[in-house]
Structures are given as structure tokens and as C-alpha cells.
T-cell receptor
Framework: KAGVTQTPRYLIKTRGQQVTLSCSPISGHRSVSWYQQTPGQGLQFLFEYFSETQRNKGNFPGRFSGRQFSNSRSEMNVSTLELGDSALYLC?????????????FGQGTRLTVV | AQSVTQPDIHITVSEGASLELRCNYSYGATPYLFWYVQSPGQGLQLLLKYFSGDTLVQGIKGFEAEFKRSQSSFNLRKPSVHWSDAAEYFCAVVPGGGNKLTFGTGTQLKVEL
């Protein structure tokens, strides 16, 4: 089985622009979660999608949004980028929405905002 | 709200020595507990998890962890460290239900040859 695939791996954007990151979960997995990792704040939960519905949301401004498609692929969008949005964005997929299932992480997308 | 504390930011051990990474959590009930490892430029890999039952859990790569309810701890151990174990280790918790992981700040492990 292929693992979790995140594209692109690296991205450089200018302040004020918007960006879309993509995550393809493991085949058969229906839950996708997104995390932001920065040196200052560590790993922080952004949101979780299950069967195209947002189930959980972290404490991030409305500039951060996401969606999930019928094939379970997910995208997250960040609008009006700020320098502080520079981070590694990690996607994790699980079979179902529940802590008894293991979350498999992708390699992440490294976003740099200049 | 639940929280996770990893008191050691950096740990250095010699190859072949034993290792213990500390993790304490704050949560009203027993949460689901995890240890993940992250190599530079990589995503997170699950080492082991605890949901219930036997408080000593075995994971991959020779790691184990012990859940101690009285101390709200879930420390990670390895009897003999290999140079390839050098990485960052994260403890995480999830309240019952849902996939929202709350991570500790991580412990960076350096292995001296």
C-alpha cells in the first residue's frame, strides 16, 4: 500500500498570497487530519475531515481552511499568508475517525513565506 | 484541556546505553497515549500506543513504554540505543474518540558513537 502523499514537498510564497496544499491518504482511509509544525509552537492540530465533513478544528484563524473530496483526498488552504505561517504542514490519515486507529503521517509540505 | 509535558528538550546518550524519555500528561481521564519519532525532514512514525490493558507496551525498533496512572506518565524506554535512533521523539495524547492528537514539545535525541 502506498503511504500518505503530500504535495508539493516544498513551497515558497510571498506574504499576502494564498496557498493550497494537497494530501492523498492511504487507500481505504477516510479520516484526514492536518497539523502545523513550527520551532516555536511545535505540533499543533489544524483540523480533521472524515467522509467530507470537518469533525474537529484547532485554534487557528479563519485564513486556514480545508476540505475533503469523495475519494478522501484532502486539501488545505491558507489565504493572505503571513510570515508566521512558515512551517511544516503534516497530513495524517486514519481508517476511521477514532483514536483506536493509528494515524499515518505524510512527509509534509515545507511552506516558506517571504 | 489535555496537555502533554516532555521535560527534556535534548538528551545525549552513548550508543549501547539505555534510554528513557519522559512524558507526563494532564487529562481528567486516561487518554489514549502515543509515542512518535521524527527523523530530519520526515513525517512522524508511530512507535507505540496505549489504550488500555497491560501498562507495559511494546513497540517497533525495540522501544517500550510504561503507563503509570498514579504519576500521569508514559515514559519511553530502550535498553540499548543504536546510532540510527538519533531523532526527535514526541509523546501525544488523544481523549477518547476523535483523531485530534495533542503533542508534547518533543525530545531531541543525540547518540554519541
Amino acid at each position: 500500500k502506498a503511504g500518505v502523499t503530500q504535495t508539493p514537498r516544498y513551497l515558497i510564497k510571498t506574504r499576502g498570497q494564498q496557498v493550497t496544499l494537497s494530501c492523498s491518504p492511504i487507500s481505504g482511509h477516510r479520516s484526514v487530519s492536518w497539523y502545523q509544525q513550527t520551532p516555536g509552537q511545535g505540533l499543533q492540530f489544524l483540523f480533521e475531515y472524515f467522509s467530507e465533513t470537518q469533525r474537529n478544528k484547532g485554534n487557528f484563524p479563519g485564513r486556514f481552511s480545508g476540505r475533503q473530496f469523495s475519494n478522501s483526498r484532502s486539501e488545505m488552504n491558507v489565504s493572505t499568508l503571513e510570515l508566521g505561517d512558515s512551517a511544516l504542514y503534516l497530513c495524517a490519515s486514519s481508517e476511521i475517525s477514532g483514536a483506536s486507529t493509528e494515524a499515518f503521517f505524510g512527509q509534509g509540505t515545507r511552506l516558506t513565506v517571504v | 484541556a489535555q496537555s502533554v509535558t516532555q521535560p527534556d528538550i535534548h538528551i545525549t546518550v552513548s550508543e549501547g546505553a539505555s534510554l528513557e524519555l519522559r512524558c507526563n500528561y494532564s487529562y481528567g481521564a486516561t487518554p489514549y497515549l502515543f509515542w512518535y519519532v521524527q527523523s530530519p525532514g520526515q513525517g512522524l512514525q508511530l512507535l507505540l500506543k496505549y489504550f488500555s490493558g497491560d501498562t507495559l507496551v511494546q513497540g517497533i525498533k525495540g522501544f517500550e513504554a510504561e503507563f503509570k496512572r498514579s504519576q500521569s506518565s508514559f515514559n519511553l524506554r530502550k535498553p540499548s540505543v543504536h546510532w540510527s535512533d538519533a531523532a526527535e521523539y514526541f509523546c501525544a495524547v488523544v481523549p477518547g474518540g476523535g483523531n485530534k492528537l495533542t503533542f508534547g514539545t518533543g525530545t531531541q535525541l543525540k547518540v554519541e558513537l
